[in-house]
């Protein structure tokens, strides 16, 4: 199977693997990063060039690597892209363990999916997070970088939905909800 990824600067056709005749849906993990008060959200602006959506607002997050906890994932994801620290889940992550090498792990996220009308399938799992430091850019990848007032960003998503990317906009409006 084939699908339409964004890599080096523009839009691929490639090979999705597949299991079974069924394509693998690639796991993303996404942030809700709340500031310490709890009034401001961490947003940033997709900035890879030549990208349809450069210059929208997404939430901070990236592909999930086999064998990572969840909340190992999200602060990897949240400092590689912001350089802001996250320093916890809002709900905490149990580890099952039944024996060993088989662990798993716990956790209440808000999911969206990618690929329902033939684009790359990939899960994005949102966890809500607390964080902290000044927001850095990540140029060819992220810019502006900043925390958001909470009712700014319930606001934009109202009156300009468009702003956002549409996994971002998804992940919002149910985090909202």
Known sequence: MTYQVWANDEWLEVAVPEMGGEALVVPNVAAVVL???????L??????????????????????????????????EVAEETGVEVFGLTEPVERLESGPHRS???????AAVNGIEGTYPSLHVVFECVGRGEPRPQPGETADPRWWPVDEVKNLLDENPNEFIDQSRAM????FS
């Open 43 to 76: 947003l940033q602006r997709r900035d890879k060039p030549g990208e349809p959506v450069r210059g929208r607002l997404e939430l901070p997050g990236g592909r999930w690597g086999a064998g990572e906890p969840p909340d190992v994932a999200v602060a990897r």
């Open 104 to 110: 798993c792990a716990m956790a209440r996220p808000i």
């Open 35 to 41: 500031n310490e008060s709890r009034n401001a959200l």
């Open 172 to 175: 919002l409006q149910a985090y």
